[in-house]
């Protein structure tokens, strides 16, 4: 081997290692202010989010989470955003919030417990549009997942809920000795907030969230557009966004058409307006001409990932596209599952194909920075590699920049940044290494 490949081989296997140790994430030491450097963002448009945080290592949207996450070296960190019965942002992943805080333990808040048709299904649980933030602040974060994440479940009940703007000032006070750190906030259920939902004393929502986004942004002096992405998986969103209400604010943000399952999902915003006869031309503007057959009843996702719409949305609103990892590599399902880290539970499922769905290219083509999600590192979220290798999230990830990905989304930030950093490594000129 030679010298060069051999400085190489250790600097993965010491990447590798930092990134896999549960230990070392779990106590990381004091934050320290950093220098730029040749690994910068800013120096190569790579970037890794810290989704939800570092949802990994502790219980999502929580500011620890995010803490934690900017800590690893995380450039983005993304609240996804809902509404209390008073109109502020606050960060959860969804609007129900029975699996993600301790609400049930409340008797004062038992009453208010019921079921809402969320974008088309029933969902029963306790609604943040139905509390207050001062009322939501008595409640403590619990860890959504904690069959798959059991060292999570130890932090439950110490932490709040944060508002949006907390977020924010956490990235601003974070953003020192070099490092500038972005927000990417999603808008959840904006159809649901603005026109459909209803509190439970039946009263409309009426709750526009990118006016509400744009105001916290512009009202925390957070407007610089290389710090900020904001993302939906809904249209109609984005586009409002984009020709009224950032206009009106008198800032200009750029926007990520996130897509939900190519094939089985379609936007719920387009469900909602076909089924009360809404103008589409008026809303959607020119993508019911670019969208093969129209938009209709039948449209997916995958209907709106074609290099016609991809190249309109470049055009009239997005500055980028935010697949799932599922949709841009399509896997196969597994029978039965196995057991690729030998912890006697068979949890792997998938195998990749090898096929990586043209989107890809067709959307950086037309200008489109991609950010797909979400790199886990958890044996159920991971797959086979088409030669029938059990793959690891570093691996994934290495793949993902490998084909042109300017960042994902992840729930280990560590793992992405030591993910980018093997990345850069393998193309820098031996001469430099």
């Given at each position: ?33 950093r ?26 949207h929580?500011l ?6 900017i ?30 805080t ?79 750190i ?23 929502i ?26 939906s ?7 409002e ?30 469900a ?21 057959g ?24 997005a ?35 090898g ?20 790199v ?55 001469r430099?290494?």
């Open positions: 081997m030679t010298p060069h490949c051999t400085k190489l081989a250790r600097l993965f296997g010491a990447l590798l290692l930092s990134a896999v140790s549960a230990a070392a994430c779990a106590e990381m030491p004091a934050v320290t202010d220098t730029p450097d040749r690994h910068a963002p800013d120096r190569h448009g790579l970037i890794v989010i810290g989704h939800r945080g570092a949802s990994g290592y502790r219980p999502e929580t620890e989470s995010y803490r934690l996450a800590r690893m070296g995380a450039d983005f960190i993304e609240p996804d955003l809902v509404a209390t019965r008073d109109g502020v942002l606050v960060a959860r992943h969804e609007n129900e919030i029975s699996g993600t301790d609400v049930a333990a409340h008797p004062e808040f038992a009453d208010r417990r019921t079921t809402k048709t969320l974008d088309g299904a029933a969902v029963t649980g306790w609604f943040t549009e139905d509390f207050t933030l001062a009322e939501l602040k008595t409640l403590r974060a619990k860890e959504r997942i904690p069959a798959i994440r059991p060292a999570n479940a130890r932090f439950d009940g110490m932490y709040q809920i944060p508002t949006f703007a907390e977020v924010v000032r956490l990235a601003q006070r974070e953003s020192r000795g070099g490092r500038r972005g927000i990417y906030p999603e808008t959840k259920h904006p159809t649901y907030f603005a026109r459909e939902g209803r509190r439970l004393d039946g009263t409309p009426a709750i526009s969230l990118g006016a509400k986004l744009i105001e916290t942004l512009v009202a925390e002096g957070f407007t610089d557009p290389r710090r900020v992405y904001i993302q998986f809904e249209f109609e969103n984005l586009i966004l984009k020709t009224r209400i950032m206009p009106r604010a008198g800032v200009d943000l750029p926007l990520v058409q996130l897509y939900d399952d190519f094939q089985s999902r379609r936007p719920y915003d387009l909602y307006n076909l089924a009360h006869g809404a103008d589409l031309g008026a809303i959607y503007g020119g993508l019911a001409q670019q969208a093969e129209g938009l209709g009843a039948n449209t997916r996702y995958g209907d709106l990932a074609s290099e016609p719409v991809l190249r309109w949305m470049k055009a009239n609103y500055s980028g596209v935010g697949p799932s990892k599922s949709s841009l590599l399509p896997r196969l399902a597994l029978d039965p599952k196995l057991d690729a880290d030998g912890d006697g539970k068979a949890e792997l499922g998938t195998r990749n194909t096929v990586v769905h043209p989107m890809l290219a067709w959307a950086l083509k037309a200008g489109l920075v991609v950010h797909p999600y979400t886990r590192a958890e044996e159920p979220f991971l797959s086979l590699s088409p030669n029938g290798i059990p793959q690891t999230a570093l691996a994934e990830a290495v793949q993902l920049y490998g084909l042109g990905v300017q960042g994902f989304f992840t729930d280990q930030p560590d793992i992405g940044v030591a993910a980018r950093e093997i990345f850069l490594d393998l193309h820098r000129p031996l430099e290494r």
